[in-house]
């Protein structure tokens, strides 16, 4: 999957896309699926931390030693799971790639999965639990909704704000959204809805949380505003508990079940990236239209997964650069421009930032990047 792709806020089949019916004498145009996921990897402890946790979701494994002998299998496997032994980059197939490793394997384990353009990574065996989910799932008919990340290229770049304008955009519009604060650091997004004393869960309540999270119980525990739910750190300067990535794994999982849309607001530090940007199905990068910002967001681009990535540049009266320039420079897809408004800041520390997503011109903004017309009129 290419991250220079970005179309719509959810999956779905479009026409256009589709081919023809076959006759009744036609050969299926796509190799039959297999039920067996693929594992490549020449590690023997990797491979049977892989085949407990497959044998756990209720799959079949099929594990080669390289590439050359995976290429058969790898576009009708559900998933293809890629050892953090391998050193071939992989080929860009159709099957979603997880890169798994062992927790001795730090930083590198990142940096890897960014080269081979994996999607997801799991890190065994804390992320067991999650992987078995996650296979399970693959297998499942239904995948559920889109989770869209939404990150600043740089500091200061306005991510918070355009995760709270698309969320409150998509509710208008009538779709099950979610908006995810994906910032430990950033002082809680629920500031900025002047939701602080609004009752649910926050992220230090699911701190503890393991196994299967059900959609509906988190759906009814969470705190809604300006007309979607959502899941914020605490507004507060008390210290919170942090919340393990596999936690983090499972409420996505779980929101991803729940809800048509889950926007996540994520932090630009490692941490959170790693938590929060590895479970996203597309991500959204807004950058200013400022030179040492699309130098920062070229930078960001590495620590990001290979998923359809596309850009939103924030415009402001004299700019020196204009958007189409900032995303052939940054070599991202142009979504849309996010619109100047007056006061936006002061707006988001009086905890205002709602009213001004009803202007025309955020509601024309949020219309263009999740590819719904509605949002432009009226």
Not at 78 to 95: E, Q, T
Not at 225 to 250: M, N, Y
Not at 358 to 378: C, N, S
């Amino acid at each position: 999957m290419s991250r220079h792709q970005l179309s719509g806020s959810g999956p779905g089949p479009r026409s256009g896309f589709l081919p023809p019916a076959p006759g009744p004498a036609a050969a299926p145009w796509l190799p039959a699926q297999s039920s067996e996921d693929l594992l490549v990897t020449g590690s023997e402890l990797l491979r049977g931390e892989v085949e407990r946790v497959v044998a756990a979701s209720g799959g079949q494994l099929r594990t080669v030693l390289n590439l050359r002998e995976a290429a058969p299998f790898w576009d009708r496997a559900p998933v293809v799971l890629i050892g953090s032994d391998l050193a071939d980059l992989p080929p860009r197939g159709r099957s979603p790639a997880v890169l798994v490793g062992l927790n001795g394997d730090g930083d590198g384990l990142w940096h890897l999965a960014a080269a081979i353009g994996a999607e997801r990574v799991a890190v065994l065996p804390d992320a067991a639990s999650w992987l078995a989910e996650y296979l399970s799932r693959s297998r499942a008919p239904e995948s559920g909704g889109t989770v869209l990340g939404i990150v600043g290229g740089c500091g200061g770049a306005g991510a918070s704000t355009a995760a709270v304008w698309l969320a409150q955009a998509a509710a208008r519009e009538g779709l099950r959204v979610l908006l995810v604060d994906g910032d430990p650091w950033g002082g809680g997004l629920e500031l900025a809805l002047a939701a602080e004393d609004m009752p649910g869960l926050r992220w230090q309540d699911l701190a503890d949380a393991s196994g299967t999270i059900d959609p509906r119980q988190l759906a009814d525990s969470l705190p809604v505003a300006g007309g979607f739910p959502f899941l914020s750190w605490p507004g507060t300067k008390e210290c919170h508990s942090a919340v393990d990535q596999a936690v983090v794994a499972g409420v996505l999982d779980a929101a991803r079940r729940g809800y048509e849309l889950v926007l996540v607001d994520i932090g630009r530090a490692r941490e959170a990236l790693r938590a929060f940007a590895w479970d996203c199905d597309r991500i959204v990068v807004v950058a200013p239209a400022l030179l040492r910002a699309a130098v920062a967001t070229a930078r960001l681009l590495q620590d990001l997964p290979a998923v359809e990535t596309v850009l939103v540049v924030r415009g402001k009266p004299g700019a020196a650069l204009d958007a189409e320039l900032i995303a052939a420079s940054v070599g991202l897809p142009l979504a849309g421009t996010m619109p100047d408004v007056r006061r936006a800041a002061a707006a988001t520390e009086l905890g205002r930032l709602l009213d001004t997503g009803r202007q025309r011109k955020v509601r024309r903004f949020a219309g263009m990047v999740l590819d719904f017309g509605a949002g432009a009129t009226g």
